[in-house]
């Protein structure tokens, strides 16, 4: 991953990720708390759970809390994290 910035408050975390190559999360992680991931640009293969998703430019996934999930593409993307 090329750049992220990470913002954090009480119970509240957003990260704006981006990359200028193709990133490939290296195995499947969950998280006590919700995520929601929102692609800015570009293109993801989403899993969650057993289930992948092409996800696109302006697409959002909700991963409950403690779902396996992952990404990967090998594409130029930026997208925010939201966690709470």
Do not use: Q
């Amino acid at each position: 991953m090329a750049d992220k910035r990470t913002f954090v408050y009480e119970n509240f975390e957003m990260s704006y990720e981006e990359t200028k190559k193709g990133w490939s999360m290296p195995y499947s992680h969950h998280h006590t708390h919700y995520e929601i991931y929102i692609l800015l640009s570009g293109e993801r293969t989403v899993t969650i759970g057993n289930t992948t998703h092409l996800v696109k430019e302006g697409f959002a996934c909700l991963f409950e809390s403690n779902i396996s999930h992952r990404s990967e593409g090998n594409t130029d993307y930026s997208g925010l994290c939201i966690h709470f």
